[in-house]
């Protein structure tokens, strides 16, 4: 205790005080780096906020090494700076590698910047994501789902062309790209339950799109619960969009459009009516959406 007391005056209570200040200021480098280091610290988050901070910083000891050496003389000053310099720019090499490194094929290029990257979401986020999936090119008149008969064991996002949904031959509504092909059918089974197509998916153009196998998707969001949040988003986001669109082909009564936002009030105003296929389903996928 009195060994710590003894180091505190002696560093505080003995130590000389500045009786005479220069007059001149520090040189351009000097001042140069400071204005770099206030510049540096300003920085965001992310990659390139990383990119920014360390290339500011590094350039900022650079300056502050090459003052020492020049204007200071001072050895120990110049090696902590240029070792710091140093530092941050193998930090900038490092980072700025991870960033090349991060690569896609046009149809992830075209979902990210589209859907994902206005959310916010890094690319590293993403590359995690994109490695989980596929990209398949669905033809013309083909079927992605067929009613009754295609399995539930996947997630599929359109990129381009259009998608047909129809049941019992009648039509429904069209799925256009950064939308899911399957997001009702998603979300009405828990991890452990297998189900059904209720409705037929045929393209109506030849199509792309992104496939996640269901058991591969659960794993990873098992893993990484922010992926899980986000996707949970998305397709809730995804099934609210295909209900509305759903509810302007919707017509009860009188010609009356069926408002979603009351499912419950027609039902028990008129059980007599007979249900039409279009109402039927459109009922299904609110019993999906509200599990």
């Known amino acids: 205790m009195e060994r710590n007391s003894s180091l505190w005056k002696n560093l505080i209570d003995e130590h000389p005080v500045c009786t005479v200040w220069k007059q001149e200021a520090e040189g351009a480098i000097y001042h140069l780096a400071s204005i770099l280091f206030v510049v540096g610290f300003m920085g965001g988050s992310g990659f390139f906020g990383l990119l920014y901070v360390f290339s500011l910083l590094g350039l900022g000891f650079l300056c502050s090494a090459v003052w020492a050496w020049v204007d200071v003389c001072a050895a120990d000053i110049f090696s902590w700076n240029f070792v710091l310099f140093v530092i941050c720019f193998m930090q900038f090499v490092h980072i700025a590698y991870q960033v090349r490194s991060i690569t ?20 590293p986020v993403f590359r995690t994501i994109a490695l989980s999936s596929e990209v398949v090119t669905l033809e013309k008149e083909h079927c992605y789902a067929m009613q009754g008969k295609t399995s539930i064991d996947k997630l599929s996002l359109l990129v381009s062309g259009r998608i047909r949904v129809t049941v019992d031959g009648e039509f429904l509504h069209y799925i256009f ?26 393209a109506e153009t030849d199509c792309r799109y992104v496939s996640w196998r269901r058991k591969k998707l659960y794993l990873l969001f098992a893993q990484h619960r922010y992926i899980s949040r986000l996707f949970s988003v998305l397709i809730g986001s995804d099934i609210a969009d295909k209900l509305y669109a759903l509810n302007d082909r919707v017509y009860i009564g009188k010609r009356y459009h069926y408002d979603i936002r009351l499912p419950n009030f027609y039902q028990m105003s008129s059980p007599e009516r007979p249900k039409s296929p279009l109402t039927e389903h459109f009922r299904n996928s609110r019993r999906y959406c509200d599990k």
């Open 177 to 202: 790209p950064f939308q899911f092909l399957d997001s009702p059918e998603w979300d009405s089974l828990r991890p452990t339950e297998e189900g059904i197509f209720q409705v037929t998916l045929t």
């Open 104 to 123: 896609f094929a046009r149809e992830f290029q075209v979902l990210y910047s589209s859907l994902f990257q206005p959310l916010g979401i890094s690319l």
